[in-house]
């Protein structure tokens, strides 16, 4: 195990990167199946004649998206990533704030933009393959920083903030 964590905290593009890649690539390949199945699936509309709405949901939750990509950005050093660990800034939140602004927020708002309930099951869908996804990059971090990293486990919510601390 610790070979495997060496390994993979020596690989730059992992280290930088992390989930991110593999994580968009099945996110758009799923996207697109969904898409190509929306018309013979035959799911209904979300919202029939409300497209002012279905526009500013999408806008408030790009707005979201754009400030905690913003946020995660700032909080993360890319010369820190795999050496420390931030709790600060956005992090105090979100365990994984680049990948929460696409999978929490943008993609909700884009199903709902779409109009079709085929959406928003994949945007609902994709949350369980992330936290398959992650799971790596959270054994690497628990390894590096083994009691720091389960007690912000246990403070901070992967995609969502956690409003309730887990006891021990």
Known sequence: MVHYIEKKKMNAFFKTFGSGPKGLAISVALFLLFYYLEDPLGFPDIFSDWKYVRLSVFAVLTIISIILIIRSI??????????????????????HPLYAAFLSFFNFGLAVLLNNWIYLLWAILLHPVWHLLVREEEKMLECLFP???????RKTGRFFPRLITKKR
């Open 74 to 95: 700032r909080s993360l050093n890319p010369k820190l990533r795999g050496e420390t660990l931030i709790t600060s800034g956005i992090y105090k939140y979100f365990r």
């Open 147 to 153: 009691r720091d990293y389960e007690e912000y486990c």
